[in-house]
């Protein structure tokens, strides 16, 4: 069996259960999701639609007041690929302000 294509085929099953998820309230499987749409792993590299998702995540974690650790771990690194895709037009405009916003989110979480 070729490793690469079990590989491939393992994060193409993951990414159907993911998208399996997606309409629902589950902002990790947005997040995962997101990731494997910036980095193109099994599936169609696509920075639209990635800034998307990640901005769909942080839109559903900051909509909570009571964060379990975990969902504050996870807001902590949707803040840092928000800031980084506003720092470099990733799936969006360049905006500095906005970039240095997300920053300034994760600093605060991680307090």
């Known amino acids: 069996m070729n490793v690469e294509w079990a590989f491939n085929s393992s994060i193409g099953m993951l990414l159907i259960v993911i998208r399996s998820q997606l309409k629902n309230y589950y902002p990790l499987a947005r997040y995962e999701y997101a990731k494997c749409l910036k ?3 099994g599936i169609v590299q696509s920075e639209k639609e990635a800034f998307h998702y990640f901005n769909k995540c942080y839109e559903n974690l900051n909509s909570d007041k009571s ?3 975990g969902e504050y771990n996870l807001c902590e ?3 840092n690929n928000l800031a980084n895709c506003y720092y470099n037009g990733f799936g969006t405009e360049q905006s500095d302000e906005k970039a240095m916003f997300f920053l300034e989110k994760s600093l605060e ?3």
Do not use: D, F, R, Y
């Open 77 to 79: 690194n949707v803040c």
């Open 39 to 41: 980095n193109g792993k």
């Open 109 to 111: 979480i991680m307090k």
């Open 67 to 69: 964060l379990s650790e």
